[in-house]
């Protein structure tokens, strides 16, 4: 049999593209092959496809934080109940976030760099809430700071508000191997730990960024063409929180003659807000 002619360096990049390998996490690159201490991959490092390893050269993992609620849930069905039940014991933003930074209920988070809380001002009054972190957002930690981000930025300021006055976060706080869109599932881990962190927030309004974001928060399966503009309540619990989703940045960098039907939300958003009464916006 004729041996399988070796991939050019080219299909061996789109592999890795195509398995999420999409970030250099080194700025030298590691010949693994010819490293006598090769060190079994451990967190960020898990994303890197494994390189041939002799058994007496692997050292142990590095120890994991406990899971928010002892050892790991043993199924998705047992991840969203434990997510539920850490997410309604956090009293503050802080602890919430140190919850689940020790969290191992969601798969995403041992393929992503770190966790992707929020940015902005928890004292707002006016909350984005985002699909899940692409590349930039996975690096820096914060959501929102790559093109998409830009473009959001430059929406806020149209309205005259910046990160300082609104407080942004997504509904997936792990960034998805290769941007691959979010599961069900996954979604459904982490919706707790997003509904804590908007009780959390409490604002006044609430801006859902695009379809999955939307469909997921205000439990409605219309598309983001219908929904986009309209008032929903969103239910906090305590309080009921107006909110509309709106076109997600990303969507108008793809469809920029989108802008207009944006403007159209952003211009809603700031006349709503105006007319709530506190003077911290
Ligand atoms: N898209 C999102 O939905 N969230 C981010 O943080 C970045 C891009």
Redesign the pocket.
Known sequence: MMPEPAPSLQQLLAFYLEAGVDCALNDEPVNRMLDDEIVAPVEADARIAAPVVRPETIRPLAPRPAAAHGAAPSSPEAAIVSAREAAATAPTLDALRALMEQFDGCALRATATRL?FADGNPQARLMLV?????RE?DIEGL??V?R??KLLDLMLAAIGLDRNKVYIA?VIPWRPPGNRTPTPQETQICLPFIKRQIELVNPAILVT??NP?TQTLLSTRDGITRTRGRWFDYDAGARMIRAMPTL?P?YLLRQPTYKRLAWQDLRAIATALAATDSPAN
Not at 130 to 134: L, N, R, T
């Open positions: 992707v985002g699909e899940a972190p692409g957002e959501p929102f790559g998409s981000g997504n960024l695009g974001s997600h990303a």
